[in-house]
C-alpha cells in the first residue's frame, strides 16, 4: 500500500503543472504613491509581454507557481524581481534623473555624410519651411522613422475642401500614403517583421525607378481574448469639425482595424445633424469599417444621450455570449442637456454594466480636468477615459480599448536601405522631410519610434539607375533596427530588395496607389522633383489606378480633381 500511494503521489506530482492555472497580481506606483498605467511587464521565463491596467494594477495568467517579472516604463529606471503566485506584488519605480541637455525636436529622416552638404542651394537660408529629401549617391547612407501616421491626408483634405491650396508643410508624403496603406503582410512565426520590394518604373521620370519596400510588424497573442464587439458611438455634429478632433479619429482607427480578428464585431453610431447606425460588421470586412469611418462628416448638433442609448439597444441585439461587449464613446464635450438627463442616463451605464455591457469615454480637443460627465459616465460604465492629444495618441488608446497588450510590439524601430552601386547611381527617399533649421543642427539624432501590432508601413524610394545587370541579384538591402519592449539591447532585421524591375503598370494595384498618391504629395507641395507632370497628367494617372468602384476610391479622385481646379487657377 505505501509503495500504490508513493506512485498515487508522484502521478498526481507530474499532473498538477499541466493542468493548474496560477495568477501573478500585484499593482505599480511611482515614489509619489500615484499608480502607472501601461508599464510593460515582461515575464522572464517565457518573454510574453503585458501591461499595467489604468489604476496600475495587473493580472498575469500563467503555468508556474513563480516566475520572474521585470518592469519597464518610458522615464523611469527598469525593474525585475521574482513573484510567487500567493504574493500580491507592490512595484514602486524610481525616476531616472533628466537629462540636462534641453530638449532637441524630433526628425523624420537623417543622411549621414563626409565632406559634403547633400542640401547645398540651402545653405544660406535660415527660414522654418520643409526642405524635400535631395538625391544622395548610392554609398550614402539614410535612415529614417518606422512609424507614419495618416493625420497629414486629413490636413490636406481639409484644405482643399476650403478652396485654398495646401501649405508645404502640412503635406507630409510618407502619412499621406500611410492613410491608405492596407498592404499587411503576415510575418513568420518566428519572425517580428515581413519585409517585401518591387522594382518598378518611375510614371512620372521614365528614366528613373521606383523602389517600394513594404513592412509589417507581427500582430499580438490574441489566443486566449475573447470575441469582442465595439460599439462605437462617435460625436459628428459641427464642432466636432477641427483637425484635432474628427480627422484625428478617423486617422486614429486605422490600426485598430488592421488588428481585428474574424470573430470580433464593429458597430457605429453617429450623432450629429443626422443619427445613423451601422451595425454588427465582422472583423473580416476591413474595407466596410475603413468606409464606416471614412463617411463621417461633422455638421448640426449633438444628441449624445439619445445615441448613446441607441448604441445600448444594438450592443444587445448583437449580442456575445461569454464575449467582451463594449460601448466606446467619442467626442468633444458633454453629452447631456440637462442635471435629470445626465443623471438618467448615469443610472442607464451603471444598469447596462452590471448586464454586460461596459462603457468606455474617449474626449477630443480637449483636456482631462475639462470635463466632469465623461469620467462619471466611464466609471459607471467599468470603463476608461482618457483625451486623445495627436494621431499616435488617438492610436494607442484605441487600441488599448480593444486590448492593451497589442500596444508595443518594438520600440525605438528605425529602418535604413543601402543600394548596389553598380546599379543605382543616386536615391532618393520620398517623403520624411524636414524643417529647413534643422538641417544645420549636426548633434540632431534619430530617435526610433514605437511600433504596435499589426503594424504596416510602405516606404518609397526613387532611383537613377547605373546600369542593367541581371547577374546582380539585389539591388538593396533594408536594415531595421529595434529593441524589445523594456529592453536595451538593439537587435537588426534585415531584407535584400530583389533586382527584378516591372513595368509600372504590372505592379500591384496597391503599390501604383501609393505612387500617385506620392505624386499628389509633390503636386501639392510645388516639388521640383515631379519631372514636369501636370495635373492633367496626375487627374489622368489616378482614373487609371484608382478603379472608383468604393467609396474611399471615389472620394480621393474627386480630391484630386478638387485640388486641379484649385492650383490650376492659382497659377
Not at 544622395?136 to 484644405?159: D, H
Not at 474574424?262 to 445613423?276: C, E, H, K, L, P
Not at 495618441?393 to 520600440?411: I, M, P, T
Not at 467609396?551 to 487657377?569: F, H, P, S
Request: net charge neutral; with cysteine.
Amino acid at each position: 500500500m505505501k509503495g500504490i500511494g508513493s506512485i498515487l503521489l508522484l502521478l498526481i506530482t507530474a499532473y498538477s503543472p499541466l493542468s493548474a492555472q496560477y495568477y501573478f497580481t500585484g499593482e505599480v506606483k511611482d515614489l509619489h504613491g500615484d499608480k502607472l498605467q501601461r508599464v510593460a511587464i515582461i515575464v522572464q521565463s517565457t518573454g510574453l509581454i503585458y501591461q499595467t491596467g489604468r489604476y496600475g494594477d495587473f493580472e498575469i495568467i500563467s503555468k508556474k507557481n513563480d516566475d520572474s517579472l521585470t518592469f519597464a516604463y518610458n522615464g523611469y529606471e527598469q525593474y525585475t524581481t521574482a513573484i510567487k503566485s500567493t504574493d500580491f506584488l507592490k512595484v514602486t519605480l524610481k525616476r531616472l534623473i533628466p537629462p540636462s541637455a534641453p530638449h532637441r525636436p524630433r526628425v523624420s529622416s537623417l543622411i549621414s555624410w563626409r565632406n559634403c552638404d547633400p542640401y547645398p542651394e540651402h545653405a544660406g537660408d535660415k527660414s522654418f519651411g520643409v526642405v524635400e529629401n535631395p538625391f544622395l549617391e548610392s554609398q550614402t547612407p539614410m535612415a529614417f522613422t518606422g512609424n507614419p501616421n495618416g493625420i497629414s491626408f486629413c490636413n490636406v483634405r481639409r484644405f482643399l475642401d476650403m478652396g485654398t491650396t495646401v501649405p508645404a508643410e502640412a503635406v507630409k508624403i510618407e502619412e499621406m500614403i500611410g492613410y491608405f496603406n492596407f498592404f499587411y503582410e503576415e510575418p513568420l512565426p518566428a519572425e517580428l517583421f515581413h519585409c517585401s520590394s518591387e522594382l518598378v518604373s518611375c510614371p512620372w521620370n521614365k528614366s528613373h525607378r521606383l523602389l517600394f519596400v513594404n513592412v509589417s510588424a507581427k500582430r499580438g497573442d490574441m489566443r486566449q481574448m475573447p470575441p469582442t464587439h465595439l460599439i462605437f458611438t462617435i460625436d459628428a455634429s459641427g464642432s466636432m469639425d477641427m483637425p484635432n478632433k474628427l480627422p484625428l479619429i478617423k486617422a486614429g482607427m486605422r490600426l485598430l482595424v488592421r488588428n481585428l480578428r474574424d470573430i470580433d464585431t464593429v458597430s457605429f453610431v453617429q450623432y450629429g445633424a443626422n443619427m445613423s447606425v451601422l451595425a454588427g460588421i465582422p472583423g473580416s470586412k476591413k474595407g466596410d469599417i475603413i468606409r464606416a469611418i471614412e463617411e463621417l462628416h461633422a455638421d448640426g448638433e449633438s444628441p449624445g444621450d439619445a445615441a448613446l442609448q441607441l448604441a445600448y439597444r444594438i450592443a444587445h441585439q448583437q449580442y456575445i455570449r461569454n464575449g467582451i461587449n463594449r460601448v466606446i464613446l467619442i467626442t468633444d464635450g458633454d453629452i447631456c442637456a440637462d442635471k435629470t438627463a445626465a443623471d438618467n442616463l448615469q443610472q442607464l451605464v451603471e444598469e447596462e454594466s452590471e448586464g454586460g455591457v461596459g462603457l468606455s469615454c474617449i474626449g477630443v480637443g480637449m483636456k482631462d480636468s475639462d470635463n466632469v460627465e465623461l469620467p462619471a459616465l466611464a466609471k459607471g460604465g467599468k470603463g476608461s477615459f482618457e483625451c486623445i492629444e495627436d494621431v499616435r495618441g488617438g492610436e494607442k488608446v484605441l487600441l488599448k480599448e480593444f486590448n492593451e497588450n497589442l500596444l508595443c510590439v518594438a520600440d525605438s524601430v528605425s529602418i535604413s536601405a543601402g543600394f548596389d552601386s553598380t546599379l543605382v547611381g543616386s536615391y532618393r527617399l520620398i517623403g520624411y522631410d524636414n524643417r529647413r533649421d534643422l538641417l544645420a543642427d549636426t548633434a540632431l539624432r534619430l530617435e526610433g519610434s514605437t511600433i504596435s501590432s499589426a503594424h504596416a508601413m510602405t516606404a518609397l524610394f526613387e532611383l537613377v539607375p547605373r546600369k542593367d545587370s541581371i547577374a546582380i541579384e539585389n539591388i538593396a538591402k533594408i536594415k531595421i533596427d529595434y529593441r524589445l519592449p523594456g529592453k536595451k539591447a538593439v537587435r537588426t532585421f534585415t531584407y535584400d530588395c530583389p533586382n527584378s524591375p516591372v513595368p509600372f503598370g504590372r505592379a500591384d494595384v496597391q503599390l501604383r496607389k501609393a505612387a500617385c498618391i506620392a505624386l499628389f504629395g509633390m503636386k501639392l507641395k510645388y516639388s521640383d522633383y515631379s519631372g514636369g507632370t501636370s495635373w492633367q497628367d496626375l487627374e489622368r494617372m489616378t482614373r487609371k489606378t484608382f478603379e472608383g468602384n468604393n467609396y474611399i476610391d471615389k472620394e480621393y479622385i474627386n480630391l484630386v480633381i478638387k485640388a486641379r481646379g484649385i492650383y490650376e487657377r492659382k497659377k
